[in-house]
C-alpha cells in the first residue's frame, strides 16, 4: 500500500501518550499534522484541509476521552464523522417526475466518464428501479464518442437517440427531448462534449442546452483520480449551469478521492453517484460514511459486505449450505465455493476493502489468486468420478491429472490437501451445528478463508 | 545564478518555435503558479513564517504533493538560512531552483523515440481511462510519419467500448494501416497479429494502444504482462520503449499509477497530456522525484502538432515566467 493507514499512524504517535485522558493542543499537534497530510496526499484541496483542521481542532480540544476509546481512536472518529457530516447532506437522490421523461445532462472535462456513466446510469435506472430509459449521443466532436454510447447501450438494451456528427448538440438535445416525451420515456440521459478546460465555446454550447431543455439534473462527471484543480473545475460548472450533483468516477482504483470532499465542501453540491469498476453495473449511489473512510484510508467494510450479498447466487450458497450441512463435500463444490468468491471480484480488492489488513503484499494477493486459477485448472483435468470420490486418488492419477493440466504432482497433492483441510472444517462445523453454535470466523463467509 | 535569471537571459536570445507553444499553452498554468509566486513575494518584502506557509500552499495546490513541498521547503530554508537571505523575491528563485534541480539530476532526460537499429521499433502505450491515450498515440504517430518513418498502429484495447472505432478513425485520417481484433477479444492475440505484420512489411515504428487501466486491477496487470511476453516472443527485445500517459490534472494518484506501471513494465517514459487546461502539472515533479522517468513529450494543445517534445528550459520558463 502507497500509504500507511492513517489509523496506524495516528495510534504509533499515540503510543507516546498514554494516559492522557483529555485532548490538548499539544497533544494533538502530532496528529492533526498527520491527519492534514493524509487529507493532502488523498488530493483535498490546501484550503479546504486548512479550514477542515482548523474546525477539527475546535471540536476536539478539551473533550474528555470517551473511556473505551484511546485519544487516537478518539480523534479519528471526531474525524470521521466531520467528514461524513461535509461529505453527506444536501439532496442526494435523483428527483424523478412522475408524468413526464426526467431529463439528465452529463457534464465534464475530457476522459472524466461521461459516456461510459451515461451507460451505467441507463443500467441503474432500467434494472434496478425499471425506468423507460433513453439515451442521447450529444458528444458530436470526440471521434467514436457515439460509437461506444451505442456499443454500451446496446450491451445493456436501452435505445440510443443520435443524429450522427453532423447536427449540432443543442438541436440533438432538443429532438432527443421530444422523442423522449413522444415515446413516453421515463428518463432522458443526455451525453455531451468534454473539453480540455473549461473554455467559452463548450460553456455557451452547455447553457444554451440547458437553456432549451431546461433539464431537471445537470450532473457533473469527477474524476476521482483528479488532483488540487478539481474544485476550479467544479466552481466553473456550478456558477454557469447550477450543477444538480456530482458523479465521482474511477472510485475502483486506489485514488483516495479527496475531490469529493473538496467539491463538496466549496460548491456544497451533493454527490449521488459513484463509479465502482469497468462493468456497466458499476454504478452505485453516493455513501458518505464510506467515503469518509476511503480518504483516511480506513477500509470500507459495508461496501464488501454489500458486494459479498448481491455477488453471491443465493440459490447456489443455499444449495452448498445444504450439502455442506449433510457432510457431503467433493471437489467439485470446493471450485463453485471458489468461483463465488472469485465473482465477488479479484481478491486483492476485497481484501483491501477489509480494515486491519494492510498486511498482505500485493504479491501475495496476486499468488493467492493465482493459486485459485491453478486449483481450477486441475480440478477441471480430473475425471467425474475423481471429482466426486476424491479418496480414490492413487499416485498414477496423480500423475495423470498432473500432465492433462500441465502441472506437477505436488500442485495435484495442494489441491487434494486443501481439499482435506476444507472438508475438515466442514465436519467441524456439523459438530457445531449440533451444539448449536457456529465456530469463531465460521458465519457469513465461513469456508472461504484459508485461500 | 539562478534558473529564473538564466533562462530570462537565454530565451531573450534566442526563442524557438517551441518556446512560444509553451508560453503558450502553459498560460494558464502560469497565472496559477507564477502570478502567485510573483503576488507573494510583493506581499511579503522579507521571508517570515506566514510567507513560507503561503508558499506551501502554492506548492501543494500545483499538485507537487506534500512530501516533495515539504522537502524543497526545508531545502530552501536551510539555503535562504546559510547564505542570509532574507528577500522574498531572491527567494522565489531558490524555490525555482530547487523544484527543478532535482528533476535534473534524477537521470536521463531523452525525448525522442530511440529506434532500433534493425528491424521495427515496438513502442507501448499504457495509462488508465480518459487520459488522451488514443489521441496521443495519433499525434505521435503523425510526428514519425512527419519524419519519414513507417508507422503501424496496434489496437490492444479491445476492452473499452469504442477504443478500436476511435483509433480507426485516427489511422484513416493519418492514411496508415491499423491491426485490430474483435470487441473483447485477446489483447495479445491482436499484439502478436501487429508485430508479425509490423515484421512482415518492415515497419519502422509500431504502436500498441493499450487498454486504459486502472492499476489496482491485478488481472490487467497481468493481461499487460503477457502483452510484453507475446510482443517479445515476434520481435526480440520488443517493447523498446513504453510511455506512461498521464493527464496534466492528475492528483497524487499519478506517482501510485506510475509506480503500479513501472512494477509490471519497463517505463522508459511519461508523456503528459492536457497541460494547456488549468492544470498544475505539478505531478510530473513527483513522478520524476520518485521513480526517476523522464517526461518525454508534452500536450501543450488540441491540434495535432501540439504534442512537444519535453523540454524542461522551455517548461520552466512557460510555468514560470511573467509575460
Known amino acids: 500500500m502507497a500509504f500507511e493507514n492513517l489509523t496506524e499512524k495516528l495510534s504509533r504517535i499515540f503510543k507516546k501518550l498514554r494516559g492522557q485522558a483529555r485532548l490538548t493542543e499539544s497533544n494533538m499537534d502530532d496528529m492533526l499534522k498527520e491527519i492534514r497530510i493524509a487529507l493532502l496526499e488523498a488530493d483535498v484541496n490546501y484550503k479546504v484541509v486548512k479550514e477542515f483542521i482548523a474546525n477539527i481542532k475546535e471540536k476536539a480540544i478539551g473533550q474528555d476521552v470517551l473511556t473505551k476509546l484511546n485519544p487516537s481512536q478518539m480523534i479519528t472518529k471526531i474525524v470521521h464523522d466531520e467528514l461524513e457530516e461535509l461529505l453527506g447532506g444536501g439532496e442526494n437522490e435523483i428527483q424523478y417526475q412522475n408524468n413526464r421523461p426526467t431529463v439528465i445532462l452529463l457534464v465534464g472535462l475530457q476522459g472524466s466518464g461521461k459516456t461510459t456513466s451515461a451507460g451505467k446510469l441507463a443500467y441503474l435506472m432500467k434494472n434496478k428501479l425499471h425506468k423507460k430509459v433513453l439515451l442521447a449521443a450529444g458528444d458530436v466532436y470526440r471521434p467514436a464518442a457515439i460509437d461506444q454510447l451505442k456499443q454500451i447501450a446496446d450491451s445493456i438494451d436501452v435505445p440510443v437517440f443520435s443524429k450522427g456528427t453532423n447536427v449540432s448538440p443543442v438541436q440533438i438535445a432538443i429532438e432527443a427531448k421530444k422523442e423522449a416525451f413522444n415515446e413516453h420515456y421515463d428518463v432522458l440521459i443526455i451525453d455531451t462534449a468534454g473539453r480540455i478546460a473549461i473554455d467559452e465555446a463548450l460553456m455557451n454550447e452547455l447553457s444554451e442546452i440547458k437553456k432549451e431543455v431546461s433539464p431537471d439534473e445537470i450532473l457533473l462527471l469527477v474524476d476521482a483520480m483528479s488532483g488540487q484543480d478539481a474544485v476550479n473545475v467544479a466552481n466553473a460548472f456550478n456558477d454557469l449551469l447550477a450543477l444538480t450533483g456530482v458523479i465521482m468516477s474511477k472510485l475502483d482504483g486506489d485514488a483516495r478521492g479527496g475531490a469529493a470532499l473538496s467539491i463538496r465542501h466549496m460548491t456544497g453540491v451533493p454527490i449521488k453517484f459513484s463509479g465502482i469498476g469497468e462493468k456497466v453495473s458499476d454504478l452505485d449511489i453516493f455513501h458518505a460514511d464510506r467515503m469518509a473512510d476511503r480518504i483516511l484510508g480506513m477500509g470500507d467494510v459495508m461496501t464488501l459486505v454489500e458486494k459479498a450479498q448481491e455477488e453471491i447466487d443465493e440459490k447456489e450458497a443455499r444449495r452448498q449450505a445444504n450439502k455442506m450441512m449433510s457432510g457431503k463435500f467433493d471437489l467439485d463444490d470446493m471450485l463453485s465455493q471458489m468461483k463465488q468468491v472469485q465473482k465477488m471480484g479479484s481478491l486483492g480488492g476485497l481484501l483491501k476493502l477489509m480494515p486491519g489488513m494492510p498486511k498482505i503484499t500485493p504479491e501475495q494477493q496476486a499468488y493467492a489468486e493465482k493459486e485459485m486459477k491453478n486449483f481450477e485448472i486441475i480440478i477441471n483435468s480430473m475425471t467425474f468420478e475423481e471429482r466426486h470420490n476424491p479418496e480414490i486418488f492413487q499416485y498414477s492419477r496423480k500423475i495423470r491429472v498432473a500432465k492433462g493440466s500441465g502441472k506437477q504432482v505436488s500442485d495435484v497433492n495442494r489441491v487434494l490437501k486443501k481439499y482435506e483441510s476444507m472438508k475438515e472444517m466442514m465436519k467441524k462445523m456439523e459438530q457445531y451445528k449440533k451444539s448449536g453454535k457456529l465456530p469463531p470466523g465460521m458465519g457469513g463467509l465461513g469456508g472461504f478463508g484459508g485461500f | ?323
Open chain 2, 1 to 323: 545564478m539562478g534558473l529564473i535569471s538564466f533562462l530570462k537571459e537565454k530565451f531573450s536570445k534566442k526563442k524557438t518555435e517551441d518556446t512560444d507553444s509553451y508560453t503558450e499553452g502553459m498560460a494558464k498554468s502560469r497565472q496559477n503558479f507564477s502570478n502567485k509566486l510573483n503576488s507573494l513575494s510583493k506581499k511579503y518584502k522579507k521571508v517570515n513564517q506566514e510567507y513560507f506557509e503561503e508558499l506551501e500552499e502554492i506548492l501543494i495546490e500545483s499538485d507537487v504533493g506534500v512530501k516533495l513541498t515539504l522537502r524543497i521547503i526545508d531545502e530552501v530554508l536551510e539555503e535562504s538560512k546559510k547564505k542570509k537571505i532574507s528577500d522574498a523575491e531572491e527567494i522565489n528563485e531558490i524555490v525555482i531552483d530547487h523544484m527543478f534541480e532535482g528533476y535534473m539530476e534524477k537521470g536521463d532526460s531523452l525525448t525522442e523515440v530511440r529506434f532500433v537499429n534493425d528491424g521495427p521499433t515496438v513502442l507501448l502505450v499504457v495509462g488508465v481511462n480518459g487520459v488522451g491515450k488514443t489521441t496521443t498515440i495519433a499525434k505521435l504517430a503523425k510526428r514519425y510519419l512527419d519524419k519519414g518513418k513507417s508507422v503501424l498502429l496496434v489496437a490492444a484495447d479491445t476492452f473499452r467500448a469504442g477504443a478500436t472505432e476511435q483509433l480507426q478513425i485516427w489511422a484513416d485520417r493519418l492514411g496508415i494501416e491499423l491491426v485490430k481484433g474483435e470487441y473483447n477479444s485477446d489483447p495479445s492475440s491482436v499484439a502478436y497479429d501487429g508485430m508479425a505484420k509490423a515484421k512482415k512489411d518492415n515497419i519502422d515504428l509500431v504502436i500498441v494502444d493499450v487498454s486504459g487501466r486502472l492499476q489496482t486491477k491485478q488481472y490487467l496487470m497481468d493481461e499487460l504482462a503477457k502483452l510484453n511476453r507475446v510482443i517479445a516472443k515476434v520481435i526480440p527485445e520488443a517493447p523498446h520503449e513504453t510511455f506512461l500517459i498521464i493527464d496534466a490534472t492528475t492528483g497524487q494518484n499519478g506517482v501510485v499509477q506510475a509506480k503500479a506501471f513501472a512494477e509490471v513494465t519497463k517505463l522508459t517514459g511519461v508523456v503528459i497530456t492536457k497541460m494547456d487546461g488549468t492544470s498544475k502539472g505539478g505531478i510530473i515533479l513527483a513522478i520524476r522525484d520518485e521513480l526517476g522517468v523522464p517526461v518525454r513529450f508534452i500536450g501543450l494543445g488540441e491540434k495535432m502538432d501540439d504534442l512537444k517534445e519535453f523540454d524542461l528550459e522551455s517548461y520552466i520558463y512557460g510555468l514560470c515566467v511573467e509575460k
